[in-house]
Nanobody, 126 residues
Framework: RAQLVESGGGSVQSGGSLRLSCAAS??????????MAWFRQAPGQEREGIAT??????TTYADSVKGRFTITRDSKNTVYLQMNSLKPEDTAMYFC???????????????????WGQGTQVTVSS
């Protein structure tokens, strides 16, 4: 069965960096056919899309992370989120997601993904 497994979360001070990884397995279609995305959800807030890499590895970012976060994907099965200059407001549970239908280069919304990871916690202290 399809699985997305995130890793790399943790606690860091403001201004620090973290790199999240998400390994996909068991997808019904080849990995390269999926748009891959990162979402996050802070306590009491809705889940929001923050970075998407489409099937051509073209990327889109939410304004809140643009210039600080970078999404990349390898050719095998893993997508990454490099997070620099972290702020306390970046504290959230981070989720990886895969969508077979992306509709072009755009930031995915919560209704797009076919598969979700279990999430990894990122905590940024001031």
């Amino acid at each position: 069965r399809a699985q997305l497994v995130e890793s790399g979360g943790g606690s860091v001070q403001s201004g620090g960096s973290l790199r999240l990884s998400c390994a996909a397995s068991g997808l019904p279609y080849p990995y390269y056919r999926y748009c891959m995305a990162w979402f996050r959800q802070a306590p009491g807030q809705e889940r929001e899309g923050i970075a998407t890499s489409d099937t051509l590895s073209m990327t889109t970012y939410a304004d809140s992370v643009k210039g600080r976060f970078t999404i990349t994907r390898d050719s095998k099965n893993t997508v990454y989120l490099q997070m620099n200059s972290l702020k306390p407001e970046d504290t959230a549970m981070y989720f990886c997601a895969a969508a077979i239908r992306c509709g072009g280069r755009r930031l995915l919304t919560t209704t797009d993904p076919n598969y979700w990871g279990q999430g990894t916690q990122v905590t940024v202290s001031s």
